[in-house]
T-cell receptor, first 118, second 115 residues
Framework: AQTVTQSQPEMSVQEAETVTLSCTYDTSESNYYLFWYKQPPSRQMILVIRQEAYKQQNATENRFSVNFQKAAKSFSLKISDSQLGDTAMYFCAFMKRKFYNQGGKLIFGQGTELSVKP | ETGVTQTPRHLVMGMTNKKSLKCEQHLGHNAMYWYKQSAKKPLELMFVYNFKEQTENNSVPSRFSPECPNSSHLFLHLHTLQPEDSALYLC??????????????FGSGTQLSVL
């Protein structure tokens, strides 16, 4: 079975600074995907960034980037130039590669509550 | 707006009531999911539907009964719930093709309180 662990229940950062959220996972699979989702107070779960395990290059999306260390099973999220709107709960998630007609189910970590302070 | 709509946003029900949660997706996806989000716990997968067929039931009690009449709609029928069932219930959808672009899009959830 796969597990996802986020060891930082809460973090805070000053506006415009950089913050890194940690995530580790455990799996025996070789083909999988990793995700970071954010959930602001509105409760909407929003996809932030996605990494394919077979790609060595770290994914980036504007101010968001990941540090994917496959051997160490580590998948951290770096937020640069933090903004007040980044305040949210951040979830790391794992998806095993599925095949046609199977869809993909996500296994989530416990979440890290990030506060961006003015 | 992610293209996944859940109603109602809030629901309060007694333990003897019967109610239903509704989810609708406008993304042309083939897979739909129910997740439960309780305080201080990771999101828990409840059910998965692919092309209207249930492909996963994660040992969910029978007081939760899902229904997927077509690929765009998903329901969760509730009856004789317990107070510990109070939680945020999230619906999600995905392409369902299992391809390299597979990712889930979520609704805003239904906050359920069982009295």
């Amino acid at each position: 079975a796969q597990t996802v662990t986020q060891s930082q229940p809460e973090m805070s950062v000053q506006e415009a600074e950089t913050v890194t959220l940690s995530c580790t996972y455990d799996t025996s699979e070789s083909n999988y995907y990793l995700f970071w989702y954010k959930q602001p107070p509105s409760r909407q779960m929003i996809l932030v960034i996605r990494q394919e395990a077979y790609k060595q290059q770290n994914a980036t999306e504007n101010r968001f980037s990941v540090n994917f260390q496959k051997a160490a099973k580590s998948f951290s999220l770096k937020i640069s130039d933090s903004q007040l709107g980044d305040t949210a709960m951040y979830f790391c998630a794992f998806m095993k590669r599925k095949f046609y007609n199977q869809g993909g189910k996500l296994i989530f970590g416990q979440g890290t509550e990030l506060s961006v302070k003015p | 707006e992610t293209g996944v709509t859940q109603t109602p946003r809030h629901l309060v029900m007694g333990m003897t009531n019967k109610k239903s949660l509704k989810c609708e997706q406008h993304l042309g996806h083939n897979a739909m999911y129910w997740y439960k989000q309780s305080a201080k716990k990771p999101l828990e997968l409840m059910f998965v539907y692919n092309f209207k067929e249930q492909t996963e039931n994660n040992s969910v009690p029978s007081r939760f009964s899902p229904e997927c009449p077509n690929s765009s709609h998903l329901f969760l029928h509730l009856h004789t719930l317990q107070p510990e069932d109070s939680a945020l219930y999230l619906c999600a959808s995905s392409q369902g093709s299992g391809g390299t672009d597979e990712k889930l899009f979520f609704g805003s959830g239904t906050q359920l309180s069982v009295l």
